[in-house]
């Protein structure tokens, strides 16, 4: 029988084999603590973490734990595939009918593996109300289920003790991104640099638009990310891998005349219309 932890204010969210909260005879109950979800399910765990460890009150409107990723990118969270502590962990309803689960992840394991701390999942608090309000902490071995890894805003993760703040990473400023700004036009009009170097550039002046963009960057990416700023900014390090990929390996030779179907892309306007009427040429 775990310990039992009556009072929420001096309760430690954090220990298992103990009951958080008043325990059996309140399952279900409503607005304990302030916590807006349903007393011992996942949800109300995931919201007293924060609230707790944090002092962060997410969305009290997030829906069951199946919803969670789709109320995230609406609120427009960090959604990621990547654990780290303190990022809360969604199942589908597929996974754990019906209402999938949330937990907040608490280690990751060298082994791939991940701890987790939840309530109401190693035991069904409607068919054992003694364990009510109980958290557990389990080792998480098998991604399936899996539909992502959430970060609220205002909510710190960590990984090796390291704070992982996207959003303050994103709108942290950068003194020199003028400069950044006056190399992205100096490249588009660079006629004799190759294509390898071109996306080489590119990719360099992303990376310092996305350290200095502020806003404007992170909307960005959360548009490319379908609501994700961490996703949009690993779907665009994936293009420019894959361009560098396809690029001429050797740098061109000056007063070149003639340009690969991918090296073209990377001209400019200009160059591309004279590059045309001279093949118009009879």
Request: proline share 6%.
């Amino acid at each position: 029988m775990p310990s039992v932890i009556g009072d929420v204010a001096t309760a430690s969210i954090t220990s298992p084999d103990t009951v958080y909260g008043p325990g059996q005879g309140h399952l279900h109950d409503i607005g304990i603590g302030g916590n807006p979800y349903p007393y011992a399910e996942c949800t109300y765990y995931v919201w007293q973490y924060y609230h707790d460890l944090q002092g962060v009150d997410i969305n009290g409107q997030l829906g069951n734990a199946t919803d969670w990723v789709n109320s995230a990118h609406r609120e427009q969270w960090a959604v990621d595939d990547q654990p780290l502590e303190a990022k809360t962990v969604s199942w589908s309803a597929a996974r754990y009918p019906p209402f999938g689960h949330v937990a907040v992840v608490d280690q990751v394991n060298g082994d791939g593996s991940f701890d987790v701390l939840e309530m109401n999942f190693t035991y069904y608090a409607d068919e054992h109300p003694e364990l009510a309000g109980k958290i557990d902490r389990r080792t998480v071995t098998d991604r399936r289920g899996i539909q992502g890894f959430i970060t609220p805003t205002g909510v710190t993760a960590v990984s090796g003790g390291q704070q992982n703040d996207v959003l303050a990473a994103l709108t942290a400023p950068l003194s020199g991104i003028g400069d950044a700004i006056r190399q992205a036009g100096l490249y588009l009009e660079a006629e004799l640099m190759t294509a390898q170097l071109k996306a080489t550039a590119m990719s360099q002046v992303a990376i310092g638009t996305v350290i200095g963009g502020g806003g404007l960057t992170l909307g960005a990416l959360t548009a490319y990310g379908r609501g994700s700023p961490g996703a949009g900014a690993a779907r665009v390090g994936r293009r420019f891998q894959r361009v560098r990929r396809t690029v001429a390996p050797q740098p061109s030779p000056i007063g070149r005349r003639s340009y690969g179907e991918t090296e073209q892309r990377w001209l400019s306007p200009r160059v591309r219309r004279q590059l045309a009427a001279r093949q118009a040429q009879p």
